[in-house]
């Protein structure tokens, strides 16, 4: 069976074919797109990013993300996790907010600082 993509890695776009019998990759101009191919034949990876709720915050959502991609077949079991947030202000860019979420070795940080109301 034969599997078409484009490529994003990188700007150029690559109109990738990969066979899935054989794990070979064309279209490729790079090793880059090869194994882009291949995982996403294989085992799919995103970057979730998403919004949490903040109590006392300048606002009341704080945006935060996976600091490294996880299975896509995670994704929604991801969201859930990040709906179950209820953090305190205040936040900064890069504070982890869910250590190691669903046991994949990705952390959810903040990825916005979020001050004290004031007032």
Known sequence: MKKEMVCINCPRGCHLVVDTETMT???NTCIRGKNYGIS???NPVRT???TAKISGGEI???SV???KPIS???IFACMDEINKLSLKAPIN???ILIKNVLNTGSNIIAT???GKKNG
């Open 25 to 27: 990759v064309t279209g």
């Open 40 to 42: 996403e034949v294989t």
């Open 48 to 50: 979730v990013t998403s």
């Open 60 to 62: 009341n959502r704080v």
């Open 65 to 67: 993300k996976t600091d």
């Open 72 to 74: 896509k077949k995670l």
């Open 93 to 95: 860019i890069g504070d």
């Open 112 to 114: 916005k600082s979020v």
